[in-house]
T-cell receptor, first 115, second 109 residues
Framework: ETGVTQSPTHLIKTRGQQVTLRCSSQSGHNTVSWYQQALGQGPQFIFQYYREEENGRGNFPPRFSGLQFPNYSSELNVNALELDDSALYLC??????????????FGPGTRLLVL | GQQVMQIPQYQHVQEGEDFTTYCNSSTTLSNIQWYKQRPGGHPVFLIQLVKSGEVKKQKRLTFQFGEAKKNSSLHITATQTTDVGTYFCAGPFVKKLVFGQGTRLTINP
């Protein structure tokens, strides 16, 4: 177990709705990254938060946004959901401003289905 | 763009046979990381390679980082049913970690 927790585990939404996913990082880790993993694909980097500020973003539209709190937990918000947003959303914590160099400790993920 | 490619996409072996997956990057990497994802699970960190030509072993798993730091491989000797899953390599590009599409390993007991 990595100590990274995510909620909820599963979620069903309809197109156009908004969703908030939550992540608690491993104790002592100050960096949180979010990934989207479509079925049969590798995780795709959405963005990373370090000390409450966004530090790096992948090729995702602005309707994907996030927050990091003083306790280093994090939220991923997705507005105006589309069918293609159906995926496993993974949160990963790491230590320091690694810029991708640090080991990522993944949570169990939230499986989102958009109908 | 920044790409990490893995081959093969799928591999089915008999238990006891060896397995190898290959990873290639479009650019030189500062390090390469390997993860394993069991069916229905999440990626779990296996190892990080940093030095050119580095070879690391974990029991039956052997990881190599190429001399040019653009390719890597994972070799499993004498596979066991517990090795089933998808193996991903990942490399850092600027401020993000880019994953390959993975190699899914299935094993016939």
């Amino acid at each position: 177990e990595t100590g990274v927790t995510q909620s909820p585990t599963h979620l069903i939404k309809t197109r156009g709705q908004q969703v908030t996913l939550r992540c608690s990082s491993q104790s002592g880790h100050n960096t949180v990254s979010w990934y989207q993993q479509a079925l049969g694909q590798g995780p795709q980097f959405i963005f990373q938060y370090y000390r409450e500020e966004e530090n790096g973003r992948g090729n995702f539209p602005p309707r994907f946004s996030g927050l990091q709190f003083p306790n280093y937990s994090s939220e991923l918000n997705v507005n105006a959901l589309e069918l293609d947003d159906s995926a496993l959303y993974l949160c990963a914590s790491s230590l320091g401003l690694a810029g991708g160099r640090g080991t990522q400790y993944f949570g169990p993920g939230t499986r989102l289905l958009v109908l | 763009g920044q790409q990490v490619m893995q081959i093969p996409q799928y591999q089915h072996v008999q238990e006891g046979e060896d397995f190898t997956t290959y990873c290639n990057s479009s650019t030189t990497l500062s390090n390469i990381q390997w993860y394993k994802q069991r069916p229905g699970g999440h990626p779990v960190f296996l190892i990080q390679l940093v030095k050119s030509g580095e070879v690391k072993k974990q029991k039956r798993l052997t990881f190599q980082f190429g001399e040019a730091k653009k390719n890597s491989s994972l070799h499993i000797t004498a596979t066991q049913t517990t090795d089933v899953g998808t193996y991903f390599c990942a490399g850092p590009f600027v401020k993000k970690l880019v994953f390959g599409q993975g190699t899914r390993l299935t094993i016939n007991p």
